[in-house]
Every structure is written in structure tokens, then in C-alpha cells.
């Protein structure tokens, strides 16, 4: 309910700056997010909504406005929004896609006085003398390792199982990510890799999870939106969790044991303070372990509450030396 | 004569009294979430034509459902439902984008005429599997329509990651599943300096082809008349499985090409993100309702194209400034399409009591016409 | 290799629970002459409200039971343009697929606003039945939707051959003229089907969202409704070879699955294609039996029309 609060009062300031007209706030910065999937997708778009929303919670709804246009998988309409708000002066413009980079080339170098941001790529486009684009990056690879690294240590079965949509971008590089870390671990054990083909085929990522616990896996993850119906299946069926984007253990608090949260936040404050400065892009932010930009979100219940469960059971003989 | 004027004007405006009336039901809608509706509606309208950019976009989203939209009129006519455009867009878009990444060196006026040609086949194919299907094994349209644009996402995402994909991207490490740009020499015209581009000029061009050959060819008129009645169609000596294949590779050559003239106009590159509609904008569907609203008539689908493309377009817009959440415009879509399609038949039964006080004489003469055909 | 079998047939069982009920209450409408395109959109609109009513009240009865009554308001709705209003159906359906859609994302955008997981119906083992070696694991311990949708195939077999009402359904499908100078009220069957084709289609979203899936999610189906009417057409408007069909798709894409999880190198994209494939080139290789359609399918009825 708090979050439709949330997006009630929004909607009334968004309405209230736009019926006072641009002038009335020319102090304050102002962006305008362009996203695939929708703003309580649990994944890829929510996260990048939460950064602003936090954001704008340190500066003050005063200095920082944000708007959005949320759903905007069909690439096309995204670029005329990318236009429209360009031409309406927002100071940045973050087109919170890989499919809608080739569409920001074209209208950039239109508004010369406007910032433009997309990701996940280190593409600024600066081979074809474009200077207002940002380009942001999460190395998805480090948290998928840091995840490989917990899971093939929590593992009981070495068998594990990964959901993913399509093999590209940054699900492919999470996953290489998960390998590698429980091969570090583990290099014997089995890493099973699934992709649904869809970021939204919710019930296909639920069966596949069944099928990989089926298989022997006793833990399991993933990337994109329709993995909830992957994390369903971990809860029902007792398995564990490692999730991706933002963290998830609210769907699942017994089984989702640590979840790689990209926090936005860190590319998006220096991009904003160099536009501030007078740049206009040409940098690339990459989000990583290092700078903060990945965060390993443990969730203490599932963790705390499995050794628990475990001591109890017997799986796991604490012995006191005398 | 005064008293049926009038009642035929009346009768003109009943789809467009229920447009209004599905607008009503949305402004009940946008209300009750808080919005002020007339705020919204006056985004919708300038999202549509309120600039130049606005206008080059609701163009250019018409281009596409006009082509889908003449598609479904030839299968319409042909009494078979052609719900496979979102496949035959695709497969129409894809071998486009590989010819002209094959032979980038070709001038680049005949590259694009080749390209356009290789679209339309391909939708053709696509489209006359289907038709071939029904006409020979007896599988129903949809379900195969249905299962054949499943499988052109699934080849276009399989091409777009491996086979086809933008050597800059596996460089690069960020694995983005599309295709290089194409050379600047296969870019349609641009009309106006925006996105509008030569394909709507093309698509009218079409949609006047199809017009004369559905209604002044021997051709048109069998494909017609298996529409009507496969039975009497069959006794005139018509061959109904050979016209029931072409209309379906004539509607999916229509629909391919739309696709090949989307990649050329708009995107220059073919991309995925997962689903059929990040590059079709679900014009696979979208251009049934336009044909609809365009009462299955290829002259009459050029507006509804351009209304439909205006209304998607400005309800982006809409959800730009009134931030409502963006699903509200598709179940305001829906209310439209239901209200007009439900106004057909008062519309129907309007026009036949028109019909009725006119002349008898011209009553039979029509019907003796029609008995003719 | 039992194990697999297990695995594959319990998958397969579950992926097609939602296109039974869909797929059959599909088969109802068309057999009284009404086609309806827009069943994904009702299936979201049970699907959602099935989720809410859970999520707020934990009741599962409850939840079934509204996705039933939203299920029956969209069948009626359906009905209204389709055989009062007289509409085109295929692309009324459209309409309909589209404004289901739309509604149950902006209701769970202000109603519920973020992914939520519920506790759905559990399994439900059958006392004796679910001990039986195989079949016992295979069939008995699922959820109480999952039998309620293979319950259905027998119960539309017996209504739609044995009883008087189902070969009223048929005979308005077939021949509307002749069934209406026999006196069967041809608007009141072709409300019947078509309101409880909308109800299972109801069910069939709430079999994923409070009983399969467990969540919600905007676009919860995706899809899925159109391969139920695909179904429809798969099985010739019988019962039994609907669920041939449903088995078929839902068998195929839990083994593709399994071709994947166990890493055997085929390209995902190419496994992903095979229950589409496959489905088309079975119904080709049985091309030859020849099943017409009802007659009167998309064809609103005009009293004195021929």
C-alpha cells in the first residue's frame, strides 16, 4: 500500500509541475526514465525506479523531479518518448534498455543540450562524435560469482539450477558469473542451465525450476521478471534461492538466501553531478563490487534460520572440544 | 430523399458515437484514478498530431498496421482469419536485414527493392504455410498462424544472439541481441526531416493495388467468392484450396512487407527482446482491428490506420504526462475495439432500413447485381 | 530413467492444467457456433482477481469462487457483443484479449502494486490411489485444480454427447435454422456456452496464479489463452482430443526442458520451438480425418437467413 501512496503522490506532483509549467521549477533537476517492464517488476525496472525514488528521498523532492514512462517494450514508441521528453528539457533522459541504444544515437545528437543515459553497455557512441550520452554498466558477472561462491558452499547436493531468459547481455554474464564462482568452490559439481526464450513467460520459469529440483538441485537462480514464478517453486518445494536485480526475499524469506541488489544509485549521482558541472556524457559508470554499485543483500532470516533448522535436524554436529 | 440522407448520415456516425462512448468509459476510468481526464485526453490528442514529430510517428505507426491491416482484408475477404501477422512481420523484417547485410555493396537503390522483395516473400511463405495447411491438410488457420509466430520469435532469437549478431556487441562483451546497423545506403527516403519516411507512400500504393485487384480482377473476385461460399464457389469450377493458399501468401506478402519497410524506414538494424511485439509493437494484431475499423475495405483501412496509429501513439504520450499506469491505455484500447465492433451491427441494421426506403428499383437491380457476381 | 519419467509426466500434467479448463470451455462456445479469441484476457482477469482475493483473505475457496464470478461477468459480457450485438468475433476476441489484459495489470498496479507470492491449493493426495507404484505419484498427489481440470474431459464428453443440452449445443452449431424451427432457443444456449466458457477460462487463471504459479505478475499468461484456442482446433471440438492435444504441447515442452537441464547442446532457441513444431506437424501427419467444423462457427444467427 505504501507504494501506491508512493505513486498517487507522484502522479499528483507530476501534475501539479506540469500545470504550473516548466518555469516554476526551473531550479530543480529533472529526469525522465524510459523502461522496458513495469516499476514493481521485481527485477530489471524496479531497481533502476528505486534509485531514483531514493534519490530524490536524499535531495529533496524540491531540487530532484523524476517522471517515467514504464511498459515501454515496444522500441519504437520508447524512442518517440525518448524525443519528447528531450524536447520538453529534461536535464537527463536514461533509456533503461540495451534494445534502445541504437534509437538514442539517432535523437542525441538532436539535443545537444540534453543528457542521455542508457545501459547495460560500455557504448557511449563516441565513434559517431556523440558527446550526450552516459552509458552505465553492472558487472552482473562479479555478484553471480560472489553467489556461485555461497551456493556451492550451501549446497548439500553439488547439483544446481539456473533460469534464465535469453542467453545475452547481462543474463549471460551473471550466469558465466554463477559457474565460475561455484567452480572455484566446487569443481566437480553440476551447474544445470535453462532459458525460457521470454522475460515474461512466468509459468515455463516455474516448471523448469521444478524440473531442475527434479534433476537433484537443491539450489537454484536466475535473472529477469519471470523468474517469481522460479522463486514460487524454491519456496514451495524447500529449495534456496540466490536472486539477481534487487532483493527478492520478500517472496520467498525462508529461501531466498542473498540477492545481488544493483544500486543505481552509484552511476547515476556522479552522472548527475557532472551534468550539474556542465558535461553533457561521454562517460561510462560500471557498477561492481568495488565501487558499491553491486550489493550482496544477505537475507538473515533464510540463512540464520536454515543453520538453525539444520543444527536442529542434525545435519550439522556442532562439537565443543574439551 | 431529404429523411434518408439524413438517416444515412446517422447511420455514418454510429461507429464513431461509440468511439466516443468507449472514450467516456476511459474518462470514467482515468477518473476514478485521480487524473483529471481532460488533462489526459488533451495529452492523447497532442501526443498524436500536437507536433511535427507527432505526426511523423502516428505515420509511421500507421505504415505498419496499414500493411497488417491490408493483409487481413485479403484473408478476410477469402473468409479466413490471418492472425499470424506478428510471425509474418518478423520473418518479413529478418530476411530483409540479412540480405542487406550480405550485400552491402550493392547500389543501394536496387539493394532496397531487393531487400523489400525478399520481405514480402518471406511473409508470403510464412503466411502461405498456412494457407497451404488448411487448403491440403485441413489445419485450421489459427491454430497454425498461432504456432508459426512462436516460431519465427524463437529463429529470430536464436539468428539475433548467434548467427546475425552485431560483431561490435560480442566485442564489446555486452552480448546485445541485434544485428549491426545497415549501410546508410538502404535507409528509405525520409519525407520530412523526422522518422516519417517513404513506407506510408508505398503502403497507399498497396493498399490501391489491393482495391483493384480484389474488385476489378478475376483473381480478386474468386478470392472473394470462396469468402462467401466455398460450396457454390466449388460448383462455378473455382479451385478453392489453390485460392485459399494464395490469399493467405498474398495476405503474408502484404504483412512481410510491412515488416521489411519497418527495418529500412525506422529501426535500420533488427533487434529482440525475447517477444515478437518490442519490434512489431503487436502490429500483428493491432492491423485486425484497423482492417476492421476500415469495414475489411483496403481504402477504408487507410484511415482507420491512421486513427488507430494516432491513438496508440497518443496514449503514450498520455502516460507520459498524467503518469497513469501504462496498462490503463491497452484496456482503453480494448474498451474501443469492443465498442466499435459491437456498433457494426446497429450500424448493419441502420443501413438496411436505409437501404429499404429507397427505391425498389434500385433495391433489385442491386440484388440481381449481386446475384450476378 | 523412471525418475525422468516421473519428472517429465508431472510437468507435463501441470503445464497443461490451465489449458484444459481453457482449451474445454473454448470447445463449449465453439461448438454452439460462437468463436471467442479474447479467452487469454478472461484467463487474467481470474488469474488476478483469484490472486487478490487470496492474498487479502487467504481463503482459497474464496479466491476460487471469485475468479469463477469474474470468469461468468466476462462470459457474459462476451456473449453480449458476440450473439446480441452480433459482432465479429475474431476480432471482438481481440477486444477482449486486450482489454483483459489491460484491466487486470492497471487493477494489480493499484490494488496490490508489487509481486507477491501466496500459498496456493496444496497437493492433495488420494487416500490409496496415491500409493499405487508410478501412476499413484504421477496422478494422485496433485492439487485439487489439477483433477478438477481432468475431471472435466469426461464431464464434457457426457454433457456434450449424452444429454439432451449438449445436443442442442451441437445441433445450434451445425444448423441454427433447423434447431430454431425445432424450437431451441438458440440466444439462451449460446449465452450458456459462452458464459461457461468464460468461467473456466476464470479458473484456468486461477489455477496458475493461486494453485501452479503461486504469484502474480502483469501479463501472468502470456499467451497462453491463444494456445488454448489452438487446442480447440487440435482436437476437433472433442473432448478427449483436446486433451490429446494439451498432453501433446505439455509433453513436448517438459521434455524440452529436460533436454536443456541436462545440458544436451542444442541451441535453447530450437528446444523453446518444439512444442509449437511438433504440434503443427502432428495435426498435418493426421491431416486426412477429415472434421468439419460447426457449421454455423463465427456465424451470428439471423432468424430467416440462409
Same mark, same amino acid.
Given at each position: 500500500m505504501k507504494r501506491n501512496k508512493i505513486i498517487i503522490i507522484l502522479t499528483i506532483i507530476s501534475i501539479f509541475v506540469l500545470s504550473l509549467g516548466i518555469g516554476a521549477s526551473a531550479e530543480a533537476f529533472r529526469v525522465a526514465l524510459i523502461m522496458p517492464s513495469t516499476i514493481n517488476d521485481f527485477a530489471w525496472s524496479q531497481s533502476m525506479y528505486d534509485a531514483l525514488l531514493t534519490i530524490q528521498n536524499e535531495m529533496g523532492k524540491e531540487n530532484f523531479q523524476f517522471v517515467y514512462s514504464e511498459n515501454m517494450f515496444v522500441v519504437a514508441d520508447a524512442a518517440a518518448a525518448i524525443r519528447d521528453y528531450a524536447s520538453e528539457g529534461y536535464n537527463l533522459v536514461i533509456a533503461h534498455g540495451s534494445q534502445y541504444g541504437a534509437s538514442l544515437a539517432d535523437i542525441a545528437p538532436d539535443f545537444p543540450k540534453t543528457s542521455f543515459a542508457w545501459g547495460s553497455t560500455a557504448n557511449v557512441f563516441a565513434d559517431q562524435g556523440i558527446t550526450n550520452i552516459f552509458a552505465y554498466e553492472p558487472y552482473s558477472e562479479e555478484g553471480g560469482y560472489v553467489n556461485g561462491v555461497l551456493a556451492a558452499k550451501l549446497s548439500k547436493k553439488d547439483i544446481f539450477g539456473v533460469i534464465g531468459p535469453i542467453e545475452t547481455g547481462d543474463a549471460k554474464r551473471y550466469t558465466e558469473g554463477f559457474k565460475a564462482g561455484i567452480q572455484a568452490v566446487k569443481p566437480n559439481a553440476q551447474v544445470n542451465v535453462t532459458w525460457i526464450g521470454s522475460y515474461s513467460d512466468v509459468a515455463l520459469a516455474s516448471e523448469a525450476a521444478q524440473t531442475h529440483i527434479n534433476a537433484g538441485a537443491d539450489v537454484l537462480t536466475g535473472t529477469a521478471q519471470m523468474t517469481v514464478g522460479a522463486i514460487g517453486v524454491a519456496r514451495q518445494r524447500g529449495a534456496l534461492w540466490f536472486g539477481y536485480d534487487v532483493d527478492q526475499s520478500a517472496l520467498a524469506p525462508k529461501n531466498v538466501i542473498c540477492s545481488v541488489d544493483v544500486d543505481w544509485v552509484v552511476a547515476l549521482k556522479p552522472m548527475i553531478d557532472l551534468i550539474k558541472k556542465g558535461e553533457r556524457g561521454g562517460k561510462i559508470f560500471t557498477l561492481n563490487l568495488a565501487n558499491g554499485g553491486l550489493k550482496m543483500v544477505v537475507n538473515p532470516e533464510a540463512l540464520v534460520g536454515q543453520t538453525i533448522e539444520d543444527i536442529v535436524k542434525g545435519n550439522i554436529q556442532v562439537k565443543v572440544e574439551k | 430523399m431529404k429523411y434518408k440522407r439524413v438517416r444515412e448520415i446517422l447511420t455514418g456516425l454510429i461507429p464513431i458515437a461509440a468511439f466516443l462512448l468507449a472514450l467516456l468509459m476511459g474518462t470514467m476510468m482515468i477518473a476514478i484514478l485521480g487524473i483529471n481526464p481532460w488533462v489526459a485526453y488533451q495529452a492523447l490528442y497532442n501526443g498524436a498530431f500536437g507536433s511535427i514529430n507527432a505526426i511523423a510517428d502516428t505515420i509511421v505507426k500507421a505504415t505498419t498496421l496499414l500493411f497488417v491491416g491490408l493483409g487481413i482484408c485479403i484473408a478476410f475477404r477469402a473468409g479466413v482469419l490471418n492472425i499470424g501477422g506478428e510471425g509474418q512481420l518478423v520473418v518479413g523484417a529478418l530476411s530483409a536485414t540479412i540480405i542487406c547485410l550480405t550485400f552491402p555493396d550493392l547500389a543501394g537503390w536496387i539493394l532496397i527493392i531487393i531487400a523489400l522483395l525478399v520481405g514480402l516473400l518471406s511473409g508470403a511463405i510464412w503466411g502461405g504455410i498456412a494457407g497451404f495447411l488448411k487448403a491440403y491438410f485441413n489445419v485450421n488457420e489459427i491454430l497454425s498462424t498461432i504456432m508459426l509466430n512462436y516460431i519465427a520469435v524463437y529463429g529470430m532469437n536464436y539468428l539475433l544472439r548467434g548467427p546475425i549478431m552485431d560483431p561490435l556487441q560480442v566485442k564489446l562483451g555486452s552480448f546485445i541481441p541485434q544485428t549491426a546497423r545497415l549501410p546508410q545506403a538502404v535507409d528509405l527516403p525520409r519525407l520530412i526531416p523526422t522518422r516519417l519516411n517513404l513506407g506510408i507512400i508505398i503502403a497507399i500504393f498497396f493498399a490501391i493495388l489491393v482495391y483493384i485487384f480484389l474488385w476489378r480482377t478475376t483473381i480478386g473476385f474468386r478470392i472473394r467468392m470462396i469468402g462467401q461460399n466455398i460450396p457454390a464457389s466449388r460448383a462455378s469450377g473455382i479451385n478453392v484450396p489453390k485460392y485459399m493458399v494464395l490469399a493467405f501468401f498474398l495476405s503474408g506478402a502484404l504483412v512481410g512487407l510491412g515488416g521489411a519497410i519497418e527495418v529500412l524506414g525506422v529501426h535500420h538494424r533488427m533487434f529482440t527482446d525475447g517477444s515478437a511485439s518490442g519490434f512489431t509493437g503487436s502490429a500483428g494484431f493491432n492491423g485486425i482491428v484497423a482492417a476492421l475499423f476500415g469495414q475489411l475495405h483496403p481504402l477504408g483501412t487507410i484511415p482507420a490506420s491512421l486513427l488507430l496509429g494516432a491513438l496508440l501513439t497518443g496514449a503514450n504520450k498520455m502516460q507520459r504526462v498524467v503518469q497513469i499506469p501504462s496498462a490503463l491505455i491497452g484496456a482503453l484500447n480494448g474498451l474501443i475495439v469492443l465498442f466499435v465492433v459491437g456498433s457494426e451491427y446497429l450500424r448493419r441494421s441502420q443501413a438496411r432500413r436505409v437501404e429499404l426506403i429507397t427505391e425498389v428499383g434500385y433495391n433489385s437491380k442491386h440484388k440481381s447485381k449481386k446475384e450476378d457476381e | 530413467m523412471e525418475a525422468i519419467i516421473i519428472g517429465i509426466t508431472k510437468s507435463a500434467i501441470?503445464?497443461?492444467?490451465?489449458?484444459?479448463?481453457?482449451?474445454?470451455?473454448?470447445? *463449449?462456445?465453439? *461448438?454452439?457456433?460462437?468463436?471467442?479469441l479474447g479467452v487469454d484476457g478472461v484467463m487474467l482477469m481470474g488469474a488476478f482477481s483469484a490472486f487478490y482475493t487470496v492474498l487479502k483473505t487467504g481463503n482459497l475457496g474464496l479466491g476460487l469462487l471469485v475468479a469463477i464470478v469474474v470468469g461468468a461477468i466476462f462470459g457474459l459480457l462476451i456473449a453480449f457483443v458476440n450473439v446480441t450485438l452480433k459482432a465479429e468475433q475474431g476480432i471482438s476476441g481481440i477486444g477482449f484479449y486486450i482489454f483483459g489484459q489491460g484491466l487486470s495489470s492497471v487493477l494489480f498496479s493499484v490494488m496490490i502494486g508489487s509481486v507477491h507470492t501466496v500459498n496456493g491449493f496444496p497437493p492433495l493426495p488420494i487416500p490409496w490411489f496415491s500409493d499405487l507404484p508410478l501412476v499413484g505419484e504421477i496422478l494422485f498427489q496433485q492439487n485439487i485444480l489439477v483433477y478438477g481440470a481432468f475431471a472435466l474431459i469426461p464431464l464434457s464428453w457426457f454433457l456434450l454427447t449424452k444429454t439432451p443440452l449438449g445436443l442442442n449445443i451441437r445441433a445450434v452449431g451445425q444448423n441454427p435454422q433447423a434447431a430454431d424451427s425445432l424450437g431451441v432457443n438458440i440466444v439462451r444456449i449460446r449465452y450458456f456456452t459462452v458464459i461457461a466458457g468464460g468461467i473456466l477460462s476464470g479458473i484456468a487463471g486461477a489455477s496458475l496464479s493461486i494453485a501452479l504459479l503461486n504469484v502474480f505478475q502483469q501479463n501472468l499468461t502470456n499467451g497462453m489463452g491463444f494456445i488454448a484456442v489452438a487446442l480447440v482446433y487440435f482436437g476437433a471440438w472433442r473432448p478427449l482430443s483436446v486433451l490429446n492435444g494439451a498432453l501433446l504441447f505439455s509433453t513436448v515442452n517438459a521434455i524440452q526442458i529436460w533436454v536443456q537441464v541436462k545440458g544436451i547442446n542444442i541451441p535453447p532457441d530450437f528446444t523453446l520451438m518444439m512444442p509449437y513444431l511438433v504440434t503443427i506437424v502432428v495435426l498435418t501427419a493426421m491431416a486426412k480425418r477429415r472434421v468439419r467444423p460447426p457449421a454455423a462457427l463465427n456465424k451470428p444467427f439471423q432468424r430467416g437467413e440462409e
Open positions: - | - | 501441470r503445464l497443461a492444467t490451465p489449458y484444459l479448463y481453457a482449451s474445454i470451455g473454448e470447445t *463449449l462456445g465453439q *461448438l454452439s457456433g460462437v468463436l471467442n
